[in-house]
């Protein structure tokens, strides 16, 4: 297949309608993912050749993180042409197989989006830099004079997400400053500028055409900045981040591009759609992204920041869906990504509380994501070396929102088999160190145990297909339980009993179990919830 003959549209346009009101979307790390040539990094004919495992999963949906070429400052955030793929990852040919495969599979496919701003090897940001202060490509950007005496002052107090200002001055006589909300490498681009809105239109078009199902906005909120860039008068703004609007992040002016997209998606048959990574304040302000004329989805940073405690996580669920109702939004759950801790690691508890936590996770209404590797279990790799961490912000360690440098331990490739090179990660090795004894984690050593992590995520999603009581919705029902104790009903007669303390509990059997994250125990009329254990009731 060669770039002019994009992968055929997918095959499930009339099979699903609102298909991604209860879809289970499964993140791939490409670089993580599988090797398929032996370089130690991941590519796309690796994710292509591992696409019947994702089936096997039960997932309805593909999220690739970016393969865009890039000089990879920041892992492919950092994109110099949106219409081609790093050779690192393969050719468009590649891209256009996996979309092909992945359709004849059943699978839709996502793909990251990263229009906050771009690499700066990006050709419009060299040309503004080479031509100089008079050049009309640096409206496109956000470059300013300096503050003080000669300059030397950046334009204002706004910080960078990966520590530092949010401003690099060029060097040499020219002396302007440029903004980037994340690493230097990364100038923000001007969404005001007509060129810009254009632009990203046409590279919609470009992967639409294509065959994409859909896109994950990266940094959905930051695309508008306040009129002015006026200082926040505060240090340490990025620990603010998801408490309150900042003249960054979450300005109005990002709902009309927003609302333009929205028109250019629905021309496309297939129910293709958009996904919003956008932290803020509130779930209300949230809900304004997935409003009726907007995007479809966005992730639920709330649900993902709350702890493992019974009161919170109801507060957290309420509030997640009485925020999504108004709207007609389907709510989003989420535990891991490619940025934060895994789960498995996060919430304390190990495998135990990891397994509980996805069950009832799974069990809420709306749709969910799943990272990579989740499915098996994996714990954080804690114990990188130093030289191997390959996360931009390692050297700037700001400690928040997981940006503290340390994003790589939940990066490392997977292990595919029980032994060999890199697990079976592939022939020459892997780009992050894997534990000892990874293999044991592995696919091959989960497939066919019915303890295993892997064989309860497969059975959770096969049940999640089928049982009325699960998928979308909007409802839940709360009934009384104990201290430490969740019990959910959804319309449809599933019912979800959830353990969050340390000790078991004696409870009256809902029904009969459909699908426990633990070992079940049961009287005549009662039952025994362990520790850190969710279970599926169809009642």
Not at 215 to 222: L, M, S, W
Not at 402 to 418: F, H, I, S, Y
Not at 497 to 508: E, G, H, I, S, Y
Not at 518 to 531: H, K, N, V, W, Y
Request: with cysteine.
């Amino acid at each position: 297949m060669t770039p002019d003959q994009p992968a055929p549209a997918p095959s499930q346009d009339s099979a699903r309608p609102d298909w991604w009101r209860d879809a289970v979307i499964y993140q791939v790390y490409p670089r993580s993912f599988a090797d398929a040539d032996g370089d130690g990094m991941g590519d796309l004919e690796g994710i292509r050749r591992r696409l019947p495992h994702l089936r096997d999963l039960g997932v309805d949906a593909v999220w690739l993180s970016p393969f865009y070429a890039s000089p990879q400052a920041d892992a492919g955030y950092d994109v110099t042409d949106y219409r081609a793929v790093d050779p690192m990852f393969g050719t468009l040919a590649d891209a256009d197989a996996v979309l092909r495969d992945a359709h004849a599979l059943g699978l839709r496919v996502i793909v990251d989006l990263v229009p906050n701003h771009c690499s700066d090897r990006h050709a419009w940001f060299r040309q503004a830099v080479d031509e100089g202060p008079t050049s009309p490509l640096r409206a496109r950007f956000h470059f300013r004079d300096g503050r003080g005496e000669s300059g030397e002052l950046p334009p204002n107090d706004w910080e960078s997400v990966f520590g530092g200002p949010a401003w690099t001055r060029l060097p040499g006589p020219d002396g302007q400053w440029y903004l980037h909300l994340f690493a230097p490498e990364q100038p923000d681009f001007n969404w005001e500028h007509p060129a810009v809105r254009d632009e990203f239109r046409a590279v919609l078009r470009f992967w639409l055409d294509r065959g994409v199902d859909g896109f994950r906005v990266d940094v959905a909120h930051g695309l508008v900045k306040a009129p002015g860039l006026p200082d926040t008068g505060t240090t340490g703004q990025i620990a603010l981040l998801g408490h309150q609007v900042l003249p960054f992040f979450d300005q109005d002016g990002v709902h009309a591009i927003y609302r333009s997209w929205r028109t250019l998606l629905d021309e496309y048959p297939g129910e293709r759609i958009a996904v919003a990574e956008a932290w803020a304040p509130s779930p209300e302000r949230t809900a304004r992204y997935v409003r009726p004329d907007e995007l479809h989805q966005a992730f639920n940073f709330h649900y993902l920041g709350t702890a493992w405690d019974a009161p919170a996580l109801r507060e957290t669920i309420d509030a997640s869906l009485d925020a999504m109702r108004p709207v007609g939004a389907p709510t989003t759950w989420v535990l891991s990504n490619h940025d934060v801790v895994r789960h498995a690691t996060r919430l304390g508890g190990g495998a135990a509380r990891a397994r509980a936590a996805t069950l009832l996770m799974l069990a809420l209404p709306g749709s969910a994501y799943l990272y990579q590797g989740e499915e098996l279990g994996l714990p954080e790799v804690t114990d990188l070396p130093d030289e191997a961490r390959q996360d931009p912000a390692f050297a700037r360690r700001t400690g928040a929102l997981g940006q503290d440098g340390l994003r790589d331990g939940c990066r490392v490739p997977l292990p595919w088999t029980e032994d060999g090179p890199s697990y079976g990660f592939g022939d020459g090795g892997s780009w992050l160190p894997q534990p000892d004894g990874w293999g044991a984690l592995s696919v091959a050593a989960q497939t066919g145990d019915p303890d295993s992590t892997l064989e309860l995520y497969r059975a959770a999603l096969a049940l999640r297909r089928t049982h009325p009581g699960l998928g979308a919705g909007t409802e839940v029902t709360w009934l009384d339980a104990p201290d430490g104790v969740l019990v959910l009903r959804r319309p449809g007669g599933l019912v979800c009993t959830v353990n969050t303390t340390d000790t078991a509990v004696r409870l009256p059997a809902p029904g009969e179990p459909l699908l426990s994250s633990g070992q079940l125990r049961s009287t005549d009329s009662e039952f025994i919830l362990p520790a850190d254990t969710t279970v599926w009731w169809d009642a």
